[in-house]
Nanobody
Framework: QVQLVESGGGLVQAGGSLRLSCAAS????????MGWYREAPGKQRELVAA???????NYADSVKGRFTISRDNAKNTVYLQMNSVKPEDTAVYYC???????????????WGQGTQVTVSS
C-alpha cells in the first residue's frame, strides 16, 4: 500500500558530503513523522534524525551539527544532508515514515529498503 524508496547512498571520502532522499508513494492519507535510521555491521539499528509534519527536528548526538534532515510535504519526501562525514557513519541507512492510509486508520510505521553509505578514511 505504501512504498518508501531511498536514493543517494554510495561511497564518499571522510570529510565529504552526501544527500539521501526518500520518497513515499501509494495509498497515503497523511504522513506524521519521517526519519532516518542506520544499521552498521554488528550493531543495532539507531535513530539518526527525525522530523515532524510541522518541521520539528531531532538528531542523534553523534550527527548533530553535521547532518540536516528536511522534508517536502507536497512531494512526501524526506532528505538527509550529510556533511563532514566520518568512517563511523558507514552503515545501511533506512527511511521511516508514520503513515495513515485513510482517515479511519491510525498511523503505521513504514520502512524503505535501505541504502548503503560507505565512508572511506
Amino acid at each position: 500500500q505504501v512504498q518508501l524508496v531511498e536514493s543517494g547512498g554510495g561511497l564518499v571520502q571522510a570529510g565529504g558530503s552526501l544527500r539521501l532522499s526518500c520518497a513515499a508513494s501509494g495509498r497515503i492519507f497523511s504522513i506524521n513523522a519521517m526519519g532516518w535510521y542506520r544499521e552498521a555491521p554488528g550493531k543495532q539499528r539507531e535513530l539518526v534524525a527525525a522530523i515532524s509534519s510541522g518541521g520539528s527536528t531531532n538528531y542523534a548526538d553523534s550527527v548533530k551539527g553535521r547532518f540536516t534532515i528536511s522534508r517536502d510535504n507536497a512531494k512526501n519526501t524526506v532528505y538527509l544532508q550529510m556533511n563532514s562525514v566520518k568512517p563511523e557513519d558507514t552503515a545501511v541507512y533506512y527511511c521511516n515514515a508514520e503513515v495513515a492510509t485513510t482517515w479511519l486508520v491510525g498511523l503505521r510505521d513504514y520502512w524503505g529498503q535501505g541504502t548503503q553509505v560507505t565512508v572511506s578514511s
